[in-house]
C-alpha cells in the first residue's frame, strides 16, 4: 500500500526565474494599505498642526491639549502666553495648542 501512495506523489513542479517574486507580491500589497491607512493621515494631521502653530496670534481663542481654554495675550519663538482668568497667565508651548477656535 505505502509503495503505491509513493508512486502516486507529485514531484513539485520546477519554479522559473520569476517565481520567487510571486511571494512577495502579499507583502508589497499590505505595505501599500498600510501606508494609506495608517502613515498618510498621520503626516497630513502633523502637517495641518504645524499650520496651526505657524499661525498663532495675540488675540486668539485656543484650546491645549490639556483641555485649558483661554485668549492668547503673547506669541514668543516657541510659547505662548494664554490667559485664562483674570490676572491669571500661563506660559506653554505653542504645541500644546490644539485648537483655534472659531469666533462666530
Known amino acids: 500500500m505505502l509503495p503505491a501512495l509513493l508512486a502516486q506523489a507529485q514531484s513539485p ?3 522559473g526565474p520569476g517565481g520567487g517574486i510571486g511571494f512577495f507580491v502579499p507583502f508589497i500589497f499590505i505595505f501599500i494599505i498600510m501606508y494609506f491607512v495608517m502613515f498618510r493621515p498621520q503626516k497630513k494631521r ?3 498642526q504645524q499650520k496651526l502653530i505657524a499661525s498663532l496670534k495675540t488675540g486668539d481663542r485656543v484650546v491645549t491639549n490639556g483641555g485649558i481654554h483661554g485668549l492668547i495675550s503673547n506669541v514668543k519663538d516657541t510659547t505662548v502666553i494664554v490667559k485664562v482668568a483674570d490676572n491669571v497667565k500661563i506660559e506653554m508651548e505653542k504645541s500644546a495648542v490644539t485648537t ?5
Not at 100 to 104: D, F, I, Q, S, T
Open 46 to 48: 502633523q502637517e495641518q
Open 13 to 15: 513542479a520546477p519554479t
Open 100 to 104: 483655534v477656535l472659531k469666533e462666530g
